[in-house]
């Protein structure tokens, strides 16, 4: 059973927007005794899914919360977007696959990063990533 401890809501929409919100990802993953491998790997994925969000939703909000579940707290993170959405989820998670001039590891490398990843898209709708890095992952 997972508990919900705290909840926030930032809007992300610029880069400075992006250091404001790594930031509080940190102080809360900090808060609940993350170790630095654990905060660097959330920290990671938190920050290329924020700027796809800005890069391809145009901006969206970050849903920042700390949870409990038996014997762990962890954070968790809910990015969405009213952008134009992902036509083909199953190729956007291939390393490599980009629709920018990037690496294309964006998706997959924060799924990787993450204990928990789901993600929901529609075309013409948006996009709505959730990760979760737990204490003790």
Same mark, same amino acid.
């Given at each position: 059973?997972?508990?919900?401890l ?17 930031n ?15 905060q660097?790997?959330?920290?990671t ?7 796809n969000?800005?890069?391809? *939703?145009? $901006?969206g #909000? @970050? =849903? ?23 036509a083909d ?22 799924k990787?990063l ?9 075309v *013409?709708? $948006?996009? #709505? @990533? =959730?990760?979760?890095?737990w204490?003790?992952?």
């Amino acid at each position: 059973m997972i508990v919900l401890l705290s909840k926030e809501i930032l809007a992300v929409a610029t880069e400075p927007e992006i250091i404001l919100f790594r930031n509080r990802t940190r102080e809360l993953a900090i808060k609940i005794g993350m170790g630095l491998v654990n905060q660097t790997k959330l920290i990671t994925a938190a920050s290329e899914l924020a700027r796809n969000m800005i890069r391809y *939703g145009g $901006g969206g #909000t @970050v =849903t920042l919360e700390v949870i409990s579940a038996p014997k762990t707290t962890g954070v968790r993170l809910t990015f969405r977007d009213e952008g134009p959405g992902i036509a083909d989820l199953s190729l956007a998670m291939r390393d490599g696959f980009s629709t920018g001039k990037s690496l294309g590891l964006g998706l997959p490398g924060a799924k990787r990063l993450a204990n928990e990843f789901s993600i929901q898209s529609e075309v *013409g709708k $948006g996009t #709505t @990533v =959730t990760i979760t890095r737990w204490k003790n992952g």
